[in-house]
Structure formats: C-alpha cells, structure tokens
C-alpha cells in the first residue's frame, strides 16, 4: 500500500521560506514521477510542481515559477518542495502525490494527507 507522509509545513512571513518533505513507502519510489499540489481555502486543488523518476524533468505552475523547486532523493524515497520567496497567496495545504507517468497531473493518484503551509502578509 502506497503511503506518503508530508511534513515540514508551517507559518511563515511572506518573504520567508520553507522546505516540504514527503517521504514515501510502498513503492518502487525510483520508477514513480513525483509532484507537489495545494489547495487554498474555497479552492480546488492546483498543481505547484512536478519531477519525473529520474529527476530529469520538471514543470511548475507559473505562479511558483523562480520561486520553488522540487527535488528527490530516491535512496532516502524522499521527495522536497523549497518555497522561497513566499507570498499570502501561497497559504495552502500542500499535498504529495506519486504517478508512474511524469504528465499530465491528472494522473497523480496517490496522495498524502497534506501539510498546512501560512504565509503571512
């Protein structure tokens, strides 16, 4: 059974920064593409960022663009999201999810239980 763990979530000034950490069991963790997703209050869930298996490959949403990056470690099964720069809007749960395809998002059908991330203006 796939299980993936968010954590690293918090509050924070806007300008600040946070990383996120999701670690991830049940699977072959070096053969799933990775992403981070939120979801505001009032919102549907958006995708934030995406990195293949190999961490070749990424895409992000052009809101995060310059700002976060998504990075894994496949011999900890771990996957990171370092938000920088952060901003109001950015307030969110942030969910990991796992796919055995890197695009499109909507095949991101495992997920974690999410990690509450504050920005404050």
């Known amino acids: 059974q796939v299980q993936l763990v968010e954590s690293g979530g918090g509050l924070v000034q806007a300008g600040g920064s946070l990383r996120l950490s999701c670690a991830a069991s049940?699977?072959?963790?070096?053969?799933?593409?990775m992403g981070w997703f939120r979801q505001a209050p009032g919102k549907e869930r958006e995708f934030v960022a995406v990195l293949s298996s190999r961490g070749t490959a990424t895409h992000y949403s052009d809101s995060v663009e310059g700002r976060f990056t998504i990075s894994r470690d496949n011999a900890k099964n771990t996957v990171y999201l370092q938000m920088n720069s952060l901003k109001p809007e950015d307030t969110a749960i942030y969910y990991c999810?796992?796919?055995?395809?890197?695009?499109?998002?909507?095949?991101?059908?495992?997920w974690g239980q999410g990690t509450q991330v504050t920005v404050s203006s």
């Open positions: 049940g699977l072959t963790f070096s053969s799933f593409a």
């Open positions: 999810a796992a796919s055995r395809r890197f695009w499109p998002t909507s095949l991101y059908d495992n």
